[in-house]
């Protein structure tokens, strides 16, 4: 008797989607590092927290190309193209919400 349920498969992981789960854990650590250390002075932000939130735009947004990429390539697995646009998404929204209260004071 044979056991079912196993599936052989020639796919693999997208590097493109490894890379866009990279550069997204990479943004995301690094702009709640930089928040932590913000909070930590008082709200006073250095312009080094600043150039550190402008990296994490740029790797994100490149992350976030390279994703979407990853996704609509054929027999891979999405896993990883998945994890770092959702990745990238949060820490696009984590910049646009800074930009936002510091614009309107919240």
């Not at 056991?3 to 997208?14: A, L, N, P, Q, W």
């Not at 709640?32 to 709200?43: D, I, K, Q």
């Not at 992350?63 to 609509?72: I, K, N, P, S, W």
């Amino acid at each position: 008797m044979a056991k079912r349920g196993y599936i052989f498969t020639d796919k693999v992981e997208s590097g493109r989607g490894i890379w866009s789960s990279f550069l997204g854990a990479l943004s995301f650590i690094s702009l709640m590092v930089s928040v932590y250390l913000t909070f930590v002075n008082r709200g006073e932000a250095f312009v080094r927290y600043g150039v550190v939130a402008l990296l994490c735009l740029i790797f994100s947004g490149v992350g976030l190309v390279l994703g979407l990429l990853a996704r609509t390539e054929e027999d891979k697995f999405h896993l990883f193209a998945w994890l770092g646009i959702i990745l990238n998404l949060l820490t696009l929204a984590g910049i646009s919400f800074i930009l936002y209260a510091g614009a309107y004071g919240l």
